[in-house]
């Protein structure tokens, strides 16, 4: 379906037929605009990626040169589904690897849905996969304004002069009327992770090991 739009995309008239979607660019350092053969691009890249993971999960003598692994994911990503984290570690990750896994917080358990909180490790398949979860952070602890971690907030630092909390993006906190910016809900989705200096440690002391 994403390749399609060639039919029709050289015609000027239907040059837009190129986008998935055109936003304003405010970012000025990630595009918010994305274009279909961006799209198709990733797709091919994800799909070939996983035949050599399941290439080297099939063959005893590759898998024993695969490192042990250190992976941070948000259990509410709505970019790379945790699912596929998870079926990565069963394939090919070593005893020795970690997962780290960004829960929610329960403040906001009225308003959250009841799929989200009723999640618990114990619901993933794969034993190998439990082992190596550990969820952040770990004393249950949220800042008051934050019910999750997203995709693009995981490796930035809320000291970041671009994305941190006090940053013109990061920071940025509108108030008004809904279905009236032409953002949409981007401006909803947190730009800094609140655990960063956790996350450090952690990577940290896993190099050392």
């Keep these: 379906f994403t390749k399609l739009h060639e039919i029709f995309s050289w015609i000027p008239s239907f040059y837009k037929f190129k986008w998935q979607s055109i936003e304003p ?7 918010s605009s994305w274009s279909f053969n961006a799209g198709y691009q ?15 999960s099939s063959r005893d003598e590759y898998l024993e040169k695969v490192p042990p692994m250190i992976a941070f994911q948000s259990r509410l990503d709505a970019t790379v589904l945790p699912e596929k984290v998870y079926e990565l570690y069963d394939l090919i990750a070593p005893a020795a ?26 619901m993933i398949p794969g034993d190998r996969v439990k082992d190596m979860i550990r969820t952040i952070p770990g004393d249950g602890s949220w800042p008051e ?11 930035i630092s809320e000291e970041d002069a671009v994305y941190g909390e006090n940053s ?42």
């Design 145 to 155: 304004s934050i019910y999750a971690v997203s995709h693009l907030s995981v490796p």
């Design 97 to 122: 690897s970690q997962l780290f896994i960004f829960d929610v917080s329960r403040r906001y358990r009225s308003i959250l849905p009841d799929d989200v909180l009723n999640w618990s490790v114990n």
């Design 25 to 31: 660019e405010y970012d000025p350092y990630r595009y």
């Design 42 to 56: 990733i797709y091919r890249l994800a799909k070939k990626n996983w035949k050599l993971v399941k290439k080297v």
């Design 168 to 209: 013109l993006i990061g920071g940025l906190n509108l108030k008004g009327e809904k279905a009236v910016l032409k953002t949409g809900i981007d401006f909803e989705r947190l730009r800094y992770n609140p655990f960063f200096p956790e996350m450090e440690e952690k990577v940290m002391d896993f190099v050392s090991e």
